[in-house]
């Protein structure tokens, strides 16, 4: 069965330094985003992605982040400069059609982890 | 924008009960999800569910649109069941509710 798949599973980093989360979605899906639950919190939208550029950041999704598709597969969320809040797990989805509001499906999330 | 509260916030059951966990919209339902979050973190789809009743098992859920809510419905809970369950509404992207915890003990 096609899966999210997203890499690393965990991360822990100094504070200020670059974090890239990678995420390979399903192959045929179109919409792309990247979701943070704090621990014990739920689950918050940071951002979508269709054709190739943003199609919605929310508040969080300020200048520290970026997303990028290189290629054909991944699907990545940079943070350029990390902070003690950023410790979340990010997690990616990916949804086949977005007018028919078809079933997105999540990857396992990556626990990041800022000290 | 669009608010979606779920209840219970917190549910403890020993095994073989039943429970039913409750999702409100603030606004029509378009189509929502249901996820179970596991011990481990990871977000498990369960229901994809823009009205009617849909059955997978031990769990069921039920959409009223027009109403405004969702119902997911757990019979015979076992300690698997255990986590963290969300509902979702999906439009454009997925707004999640607040969560509904339950515990299942032996």
């Known amino acids: 069965e096609p899966e999210v798949t997203q890499t690393p599973s965990h991360q822990v980093t100094q504070m200020g330094q670059e974090v890239i989360l990678r995420c390979v979605p399903i192959?045929?899906?179109?919409?792309f985003y990247w979701y943070r639950q704090i621990l014990g919190q739920k689950v918050e939208f940071l951002v979508s992605?269709?054709?190739?550029?943003?199609?919605?950041k929310s508040e969080i999704f300020d200048d520290q982040f970026s997303v990028e598709r290189p290629d054909g597969s991944n699907f990545t969320l940079k943070i350029r400069s990390t902070k003690l809040e950023d410790s979340a797990m990010y997690f990616c989805?990916?949804?086949?059609?977005?007018?028919?509001?078809?079933?997105?499906?999540f990857g396992q999330g990556t626990r990041l982890t800022v000290v | 924008g669009i608010q979606v509260e779920q209840s219970p916030p917190d549910l403890i059951l020993q095994e073989g009960a039943n429970s039913t966990l409750r999702c409100n919209f603030s606004d029509s339902v378009n189509n929502l999800q249901w996820f179970h979050q596991n011990p481990w973190g990871q977000l498990i789809n369960l229901f994809y569910?823009?009205?009617g009743t849909k059955q997978n098992g031990r769990l069921s859920a039920t959409t009223v649109a027009t109403e405004r809510y969702s119902l997911l419905y757990i019979s015979s809970s076992q300690t698997t069941d255990s986590g963290v369950y969300f509902c979702a509404y999906n439009t454009d992207k997925l707004i999640f509710g607040t969560g509904t915890r339950l515990q299942v003990f032996p």
């Open positions: 569910i823009p009205s």
């Open positions: 989805a990916s949804r086949a059609h977005l007018i028919l509001n078809t079933e997105a499906f």
């Open positions: 992605f269709y054709n190739n550029e943003i199609s919605e």
């Open positions: 192959s045929n899906h179109l919409y």
